[in-house]
């Protein structure tokens, strides 16, 4: 399908699927967005210590590098698993301009790393960051109480209503440990629902701009 970079309105870009009309992130503001559900309600949750984390569509890797840029402040060391059926291209990578935008060019290399590092195989990006990137549908997911923490960054339910069912979300609850949470930027009903009838402990919180509520799932 299509896809075009786009402005948002925090002034970061992203990537648009015309024949959706589905962004990567927020037309609201791509980082604004992805600060507010992932780092502030999810990886602040888990200062000083090792984790592993999740992410549900590794896509541009925005949300990979505000992970590695904030763990270095809240003293994390991180095995982050990214799993993409449709990786972005280089060229659009370097289009985005994410290092630029949030003032770390002197982590555009390690940021280059993390989408050049081969699939399958962990990479340490720093001592503190190791990444192993999936390249597989997000239904494949099959890990047992390995996960502290998943970014579930999928394409919308309008879209894409098939990852955001009992099934999908039994996958991450299993994928979790006890007390592992899951924080998206959705917040229909129906998602929520489905959380509920796996298990999971579901909170309405504030939601980014443009968005009245996320939800944030624990696994207790």
């Not at 870009?13 to 992130?25: F, S």
């Not at 659009?92 to 002197?106: F, I, P, R, S």
């Not at 494949?140 to 339910?157: Q, R």
Request: glycine share 8%.
């Amino acid at each position: 399908m299509k896809r075009k970079i786009i402005l948002t309105a925090d002034g970061s870009k992203t990537i648009q699927i015309e024949d959706w009309d589905e962004q990567y992130h927020s037309k609201h503001g791509a980082v604004q967005e992805a600060y507010h559900v992932f780092i502030t309600h999810g990886l602040r949750l888990f200062a000083n210590r090792k984790i592993s984390l999740l992410e549900i569509g590794f896509g541009t890797g925005l949300n990979a590098l505000i992970t590695l840029l904030e763990a270095t402040k809240l003293n994390l060391k991180i095995d982050y698993v990214g799993i993409e059926a449709f990786p972005v291209s280089m060229e659009e990578v370097a289009e985005l301009g994410y290092c630029a935008q949030l003032d770390c060019m002197e982590e555009q290399g390690e940021f280059q790393k993390m989408h050049e590092s081969p699939w399958e195989e962990p990479c340490p990006i720093t001592d503190g960051f190791v990444l192993t990137k999936q390249k597989k549908d997000f239904l494949e997911v099959g890990d047992k109480n390995l996960f502290n923490l998943i970014y579930f960054d999928a394409f919308g339910a309008r879209v894409q209503p098939e990852l955001w069912t009992e099934q999908i979300f039994s996958k991450m609850y299993d994928a979790l440990q006890q007390q592992g949470v899951l924080v998206t930027y959705a917040a229909k009903g129906s998602v929520r629902r489905a959380m509920q009838a796996v298990g999971f402990t579901v909170e309405r919180l504030p939601g980014p701009p443009g968005k009245r509520e996320m939800l944030r799932a624990t696994k207790n």
